[in-house]
């Protein structure tokens, strides 16, 4: 039997990895580089295109718990990314080059893999969507004829890459929050002065201005730093220049305010600046981030920009198991769907290949249990929701568990009750 998959993201190759490994064939269709989105740079599968972290490793937050739930289910995203992970505190970052290379060798040695480089719009039975928020407009067409439902858009907004070469390490120093990671993050200090010149510059600077076609509701999970500075002089200091658990050796004292960057790639030649996305225009990125004393001489390997997401109102058109309501062999998986997040992305392939595979043998679906990390989501995006908008994972979306007012003990809690669960959710779908 053959499978459709649209879209060569990590929901797509996750998607593809666990079809193949049930003995199925798939046709994974993707559209780069014949035609290509606003934002990829290469005609890699598995490119990513914001940050290279796949967030938390700490197995009491809702992240890391994922991860463990994922590792359950042999994911392929994360056992490849593990493989080529870079330093980044307690987080799971990746070079992103070698990441996507890893991922492609693993599906192309399956000889009933088959990569199709095409733009492709023929939805027929037993097809997967997972294109992801940047499906093109002759896809989104095609989704909204089969939903029904007038196309969602959000926005999201990438942050600059430089060079470490070109960052004054006179006015930088390496140390992650509270002593975690050591020298995994780059931190660069700004005095009380600098701090609120930069932040006059930034909502004072010259943004790219968007299409009308292009206009709409910033995305919180993703808003762009020049947004988050008109909230509010202090806004970035309590957001992603927070310096607490920080401590400038030069001085002693912990910063006023602190911008961090993150390694890109394992030789650390590249550092991703945390927290700048961003919609200004080139040129006014070199200025005002000049402004940072560090990065006076910066030199940008990326600028940031911002792009177009689009996703289903999931609530209406899917099912409990992601099927498409009035055709169930047709599937969505990914951020289209309105999971939102790297991990998230690849465990909702992950997901939609067990239920896909289920459904094919005729077996009963078994829902995820809703106390797992995934399972709470998968019931978020399925729910009635009068203003669906993407979600990550995190455990207020799990049922409460009462009679714990330590907040550690709590989170230790959740996860804990997410891994039994998950265990027992991937003994029942190997048995039944």
């Not at 390997?301 to 009035?326: C, E, Q, W």
Request: hydrophobic share 40%; net charge negative; with cysteine.
């Amino acid at each position: 039997m053959t499978i459709k998959i649209i879209g060569g993201g990590l929901a797509g190759c996750e998607c593809a990895y666990q079809l193949l490994k049930r003995g199925y064939s798939v046709e994974l269709y993707e559209m780069r580089p014949i035609k290509q989105t606003p934002i990829h740079k290469t005609n890699k599968l598995c490119e990513l295109v914001c940050s290279n972290s796949l967030k938390s490793n700490d197995p009491i937050t809702a992240q890391g718990a994922l991860k463990k739930e994922m590792e359950l289910l042999d994911s392929l995203i994360l056992n490849q990314a593990k493989e080529c992970s870079v330093p980044a505190g307690g987080a799971l970052a990746v070079d992103r080059d070698e990441f996507a290379e890893r991922v492609q060798t693993r599906l192309t040695s399956f000889p009933d893999f088959h990569l199709i480089r095409e733009e492709h719009t023929e939805i027929d039975d037993w097809t997967v969507i997972a294109a992801g928020p940047l499906a093109s407009d002759n896809l989104t067409k095609k989704i909204a004829e089969l939903t029904g439902s007038d196309e969602l858009h959000f926005y999201d907004a990438v942050a600059p890459i430089i060079t470490s070469e070109s960052i004054d390490m006179d006015h930088a120093f390496f140390a992650g929050r509270y002593g975690k990671g050591g020298e995994d993050y780059l931190n660069l200090p700004l005095n009380k002065e600098e701090y609120e010149s930069f932040v006059t510059e930034l909502k004072n600077a010259e943004k790219v201005i968007l299409h009308e076609f292009e206009k709409g509701e910033v995305f919180e999970a993703c808003m762009p730093v020049e947004v988050m500075a008109g909230r509010g002089d202090d806004a970035l200091r309590f957001g992603p220049l927070r310096p607490v658990g920080l401590t400038d050796p030069k001085t002693g004292k912990r910063p006023y305010a602190v911008v961090q960057l993150r390694k890109e790639d394992a030789s650390g030649r590249l550092y991703n600046l945390v927290g700048f996305q961003t919609n200004l225009k080139f040129s006014e990125q070199k200025r005002v981030f000049g402004l940072i004393p560090a990065l006076k001489e910066a030199e940008f390997v990326r600028y940031g920009v911002m792009h177009r997401n689009t996703f289903i109102n999931a609530p209406k058109v899917i099912n409990a198991d992601f099927s498409l309501v009035g055709n169930e062999k047709v599937f969505f998986a990914g951020q289209i769907s309105g999971v939102e997040g790297y991990m998230e992305s690849a465990m909702c392939g992950l997901i939609v290949a067990i239920n896909l595979d289920r459904k094919y043998r005729n077996k009963t679906f078994i829902a995820m249990p809703e106390t797992t990390l995934f399972g709470g989501l998968m019931k978020y995006v399925t729910s009635p929701n009068m203003n669906f908008q993407p979600m990550h994972v995190g455990f207020p979306l799990l049922p409460v568990i009462e009679g714990i007012r330590d907040k550690q003990k709590r989170k230790e809690a959740y996860a804990g009750r997410a891994l039994t669960d998950m265990e027992q959710y991937v003994e029942t779908i190997t048995r039944l």
